[in-house]
T-cell receptor, first 111, second 115 residues
């Protein structure tokens, strides 16, 4: 089973910040949080990752709670092109890189 | 050229036929994976390989086999295709380490239909 839990779907108005939650309550100390997104039927693409500090890049921000049991992906100014399925996964620091993807969150950006 | 190339992009085959899906990568990654995606079910791991001599079963390996011909090539075979193997198949690579360069890189997918 996937080690993360995400809501199956969310809506967000275009131009607004989209906040996608992820629960990873069983995360261990050597596991990172990664976010990927899949637009239509294309291969999933990397968005951002983090261990315990908040992270920001040109695509998004990642907020990880202090206890690391949950995180939120923030798309600051959503556009219609952000409509996709977003996957939150945990990835070990070392060997054993056999990721089980959950069903992700289907984000609809509404015009 | 794409970092991870899957061929064919689309394929229709008949029940009982043997079919091979191919994946090649220019990332130089040791680790390669095959995933299957059905509508509403996310990505499910079929097989994975951490190097040329390493092959491991994933969540749903029954009815599938794989071959790691070289570091850059990882093929998936359906020995006798059946209709419930109709799905979108993805190949991916990764490398130990953290960050975009080491994380999963996916191919564009192969849409397989078994009739």
């Amino acid at each position: 089973d996937a080690k993360t839990t995400q809501p199956p779907s969310m809506d967000c108005a275009e131009g607004r910040a989209a906040n996608l939650p992820c629960n990873h309550s069983t995360i261990s100390g050597n596991e990172y949080v990664y976010w990927y997104r899949q637009i239509h039927s294309q291969g999933p693409q990397y968005i951002i990752h983090g261990l315990k500090n908040n992270e920001t890049n040109e695509m998004a921000s990642l907020i990880i709670t202090e206890d690391r049991k949950s995180s939120t992906l923030i798309l600051p100014h959503s556009t219609l092109r952000d409509t996709a399925v977003y996957y939150c996964i945990v990835r070990p620091r070392d060997v054993g890189d056999k990721i089980i993807f959950g069903k992700g969150t289907r984000l609809h950006i509404l015009p | 050229d794409a970092d991870v190339t899957q061929t064919p992009r689309n394929r229709i085959t008949k029940t009982g036929k043997r079919i091979m899906l191919e994946c090649s990568q220019t990332k130089g990654h040791d680790r390669m994976y095959w995933y299957r995606q059905d509508p509403g079910l996310g990505l499910r791991l079929i097989y994975y390989s951490f190097d040329v001599k390493d092959i491991n079963k994933g969540e749903i390996s029954d009815g599938y086999s794989v071959s790691r011909q070289a570091q850059a090539k990882f093929s998936l075979s359906l020995e006798s295709a059946i209709p419930n193997q109709t799905a979108l198949y993805f190949c991916a690579t990764s490398e130990p380490g953290q960050g975009k360069a080491y994380g999963y890189t996916f191919g564009s997918g192969t849409r397989l239909t078994v009739v």
